[in-house]
């Protein structure tokens, strides 16, 4: 069995509680991030956190937990679960309890859930998988919010078309982001992916990193009328690492295959995260 942080204590699972008058439970207020390990290690980890903390300030969420408080936490939970190879970690910060049940007052709860790795299909990586554009946005796009609303409408939408992800797109049909994921596209030597107005990945920012010695980086949105001339499409994102796109909504990408810079790219990651595991780098 499982064992979580829940507000200053280490409990199983199945004691993890929370009170049905937190207003992340009535309103949906609250912040979380998620990130995986490699060889135990989770993956940076301070990044993650100062992501916490930066969806909290976009919300108005005040955090009394500092960031290597929080850290440490972490690497605690970790600690306490022996038994998975690898794990998911989920850190929430709560709104807390409101007299008025829904003004934040300060008194929010810390929880980190650490659970055993999920591994995603073989096939999403060796075939290329489908995704969907979807005709809304987030509301406050650089803020993980625990308010999901449209998450869980466009992922419906998108597994009822046999996609694993949909993609959200703005009034001027220009592609943001994924549910869950960041987009990226190359074109020739150009490696486009959005600017602004999306979550700022981890992952993505690990992927431009490696890639920014290699191709022209160009940082804008893909209109969809655009999505035809595509060379190579993939999405990023923690759990899923890289996945090669080979189909948007009924278009597919150049010949229907995941193109040989996506897969340079997944090989690439997978010896960057093998050396971040063993400690080797940051």
């Given at each position: 069995m499982d064992t979580y942080y829940i507000d200053g204590k280490f409990v199983s699972e199945d004691e993890a509680v929370l009170s049905v008058k937190d207003i992340t439970v009535l309103r949906g207020f609250g912040v979380f991030?998620?990130?995986?390990?490699?060889?135990?290690?989770?993956?940076r980890l301070e990044q993650h956190v100062a992501r916490l903390e930066n969806s909290a300030r976009h919300i108005g969420l005040e955090l009394t937990h500092a960031n290597k408080e929080i850290c440490d936490i972490v690497m605690q939970t970790i600690e306490k679960n022996p038994h998975h190879k690898e794990?998911?970690?989920?850190?929430?910060y709560t709104g807390g309890i409101s007299s008025d049940g829904v003004t934040p007052q300060g008194n929010g709860i810390l929880m980190v859930m650490a659970t055993p790795k999920h591994e995603l299909p073989d096939w999403w990586y060796t075939q290329g998988t489908k995704i969907i554009t979807v005709d809304m946005?987030?509301?406050i796009p650089e803020a993980k919010s625990s308010n999901y609303l449209s998450a869980v409408f466009a992922q419906q939408k998108a597994r009822s078309q046999g996609a694993i992800e949909a993609i959200y797109k703005n009034k001027d049909n220009r592609l943001l982001e994924g549910t869950t994921t960041n987009l990226f596209a190359f074109k020739d030597?150009?490696?486009?992916?959005?600017?602004?107005g999306i979550l700022p990945g981890v992952t993505r920012g690990a992927v431009?990193?490696?890639?920014?010695?290699?191709?022209?980086?160009?940082l804008d949105f893909i209109p969809q009328a655009d999505l035809a001339e595509m060379d190579e499409m993939f999405i990023t994102a923690s759990n899923k690492e890289i996945v090669p796109i080979i189909?948007?909504?009924?278009?597919?990408?150049?010949?229907?295959?995941?193109?040989?810079?996506?897969?340079?790219?997944?090989?690439?990651?997978?010896?960057?995260?093998t050396a971040y595991g063993r400690g080797e780098v940051n």
């Open positions: 991030d998620f990130l995986i390990t490699y060889n135990k290690r989770p993956f794990e998911n970690i989920r850190i929430v946005e987030r509301f030597t150009t490696l486009i992916t959005p600017p602004g431009l990193e490696l890639l920014e010695k290699k191709y022209d980086i160009v189909q948007v909504d009924d278009i597919v990408i150049a010949d229907g295959k995941p193109g040989e810079k996506t897969l340079a790219l997944m090989a690439d990651w997978k010896a960057y995260t």
